[in-house]
């Protein structure tokens, strides 16, 4: 516990990122709710009610994208910052394994970025339902969907960017992972010609959870595929990462 | 003697090359021991190989009396080592390091943190943000972080580097201080006159080897001895010394003659010799040999053999 509330500290302590990653999340919902309310109340006959289902379906989009960013941006910096600001050989002469050095980035990084997915959600779930006005709200599954949706995505999306930075020991990673969340992969889940295989796909995964998204999946999968799919992305980038921090020279 | 830390033909290669060659080293509890050699001689690869921060090609490490790597944890978690120059999380204050590096230890390293501040005398400045520390408070900074561990052993790299003189007089003390505790201090330098002034034993190295090994003052005071004489007349004293079989080197320095004596002639011999010849001595005084001698002299010796 020790060692992740350091980790955590780490983190927290990185003003710019902290910044980022709160406006990257919360941020983007609340400016999102506050233009849609403010056009509403300006002209609610031309713009709708900021709540209801549609627009929770906004807001997990939003949470998923940005929320992703936010990730990979936060698990990149705990993947590289020990190597890279020349502490990682004081912490493996304390005698402590590499693994568990490597092992805690994981937990310090989601402590930080879980709290502010949960509050982007809670702003998403509270204007989806406060301001619903005359549009249909989401039922409780509709919005249990929506979350695991979001945070699968951004939670695999960080546990890769920790293993991806730890094993490259470099933060160009999140190039590599936001160009293969907005661009990569989304040509590729495009080409039929891959059939099934593109269940394999992260995003594809991640998608399955989603409400909005599987209504019209072109690749479908079951729950069991889907989560399988995630967690095999996820323990191949953490394996990846603690095996070259084992190995490396520190 | 309790040793604290022993090597066995340890050797350390990086393709072809090796940084560390087949080095057997035996430092003793409750001293200074100096690592002198310089630059690129293999000391920063030494350091880290016996710390395991770069696995090693051969040989065996002991560290505390435990066998490496199998004993590591054991052996580490009273280490305490500055390895290169101390690096810290420059975003961080210096006390929310020490918290870091403290969380990766056993808990009491926590309630060391305030002590080990005051002990460098960084507690004035520990909630201020790395970046804005010099690099003596870096080094300082490093120093207590390594007394999070308390530790039996202190291995520092070049802990004089970059220091002004009041900081390297200060990190002596500081030195000097742990080893009258009881610990050990073993430290790499190429500051041959630190490690004199510093250190209580001391091995040379060069190219990955250990050339000399031992006590400060029995190494330099190894080889020939030497007396420096001023006469009257140097030239005759010159030429009367030269003649003399068991002075192996008259060298001139200034109006100061420096003769290197060998077995069976000392300083009283030479006076004789000298009053009997008619030059009269006003100054006839061992000389004392001092650590860069003797460093030069291995090393030079080294590169004649090349």
């Known amino acids: 516990m020790r060692l992740v509330a350091a980790e955590v500290l780490k983190i927290r302590r990185r003003r710019g990122l902290m910044i980022w990653s709160l406006l990257l999340t919360i941020g983007a919902v609340l400016v999102t709710q506050i233009i849609i309310i403010a056009l509403h109340a300006a002209n609610p006959d031309h713009y709708g009610a900021a709540g209801g289902r549609a627009n929770l379906e906004g807001y997990t989009a939003l949470l998923a994208l940005l929320g992703s960013v936010a990730a990979i941006v936060i698990g990149a910096t705990a993947g590289t910052q020990d190597v890279s600001n020349g502490v990682f050989r004081d912490l493996v002469v304390t005698g402590r394994p590499r693994s568990t050095l490597f092992s805690v980035r994981v937990p310090g990084a989601l402590l930080i ?37 979001a945070v699968s995505l951004t939670v695999v999306n960080l546990i890769i960017a920790i ?9 160009i990673v999140v190039g590599v992972l936001i160009a293969w969340n907005t661009i990569i992969a989304h040509l590729l889940l495009g080409i039929d010609v891959i059939g099934r295989v593109r269940k394999l796909i992260d995003i594809a995964a991640a998608e399955h959870f989603s409400p909005a998204i599987n209504d019209n999946n072109q690749i479908s999968m079951s729950d069991t595929t889907a989560l399988l799919v995630l967690v095999g992305w996820a323990v191949v980038f953490f394996v990846a990462g603690r095996w070259w921090t084992q190995r490396r020279d520190a | 003697m309790e040793t604290v830390i022993e090597t066995r033909a340890l050797t350390k290669r990086f393709g072809d090359r090796a940084a560390v060659d087949g080095v057997d080293l035996v430092v003793p509890a409750g001293v200074a021991f100096g690592f002198l050699g310089p630059n690129g001689a293999g000391k920063t690869t030494m ?19 435990l066998p490496q790597p199998a004993k590591r944890r054991e052996a580490l978690a009273r280490v305490g080592a500055i390895v290169e120059e101390p690096r810290f999380h420059p975003h961080l204050t210096g006390r929310e390091n020490l918290r870091i590096v403290a969380a990766a230890r056993d808990v009491a390293a926590d309630g060391r943190i305030d002590e080990s501040l005051a002990r460098v005398g960084l507690a004035q400045r520990a909630d201020d943000r790395v970046k804005t520390y010099s690099l003596g408070m870096r080094q300082r900074l490093g120093i207590a972080r390594c ?13 004089m580097n970059g220091l002004d003189p009041a900081g390297i007089l200060e990190m002596r003390h500081l030195i000097r201080a742990f080893v009258e505790e009881g610990r050990t201090v073993f430290l790499s330098s190429h500051l041959l006159d630190e490690v004199e002034k510093t250190c209580d034993q001391v091995a040379i190295v060069d190219r990955g080897r250990v050339i000399l090994q031992g006590g400060v003052r029995d190494i330099a005071a190894t080889g020939d001895p030497t007396v420096l004489i001023d006469v009257d007349d140097t030239e005759a004293a010159r030429r009367i010394l030269t003649a003399e079989a068991r002075i192996t080197a008259v060298e001139q320095e200034g109006t100061e003659l420096r003769i290197r004596l060998s077995d069976g002639i000392g300083a009283a011999d030479v006076n004789r010799a000298l009053v009997q010849a008619g030059v009269a001595v006003s100054r006839l005084e061992p000389a004392r040999a001092t650590l860069e001698e003797k460093f030069l002299e291995v090393t030079s010796r080294l590169e004649g053999n090349e």
């Open chain 2, 147 to 159: 007394l999070l561990a308390d530790p039996q052993l202190l291995i520092l790299d070049e802990p």
């Open chain 1, 113 to 149: 970025f879980l709290p502010m997915l949960a509050i982007g959600f809670v702003l998403a779930i509270g204007v989806t339902y406060g301001f619903a006005g005359d549009r249909p709200t989401p039922s409780t599954s509709y919005v249990w969907h929506s979350i695991a949706y």
């Open chain 2, 47 to 65: 350091i880290r190989t016996l710390l395991g921060l770069t696995k090693a090609s051969s040989g065996e490490v002991s560290l505390l009396g």
């Open chain 1, 163 to 171: 293993g991806l930075a730890s094993f490259m020991s470099s933060r």
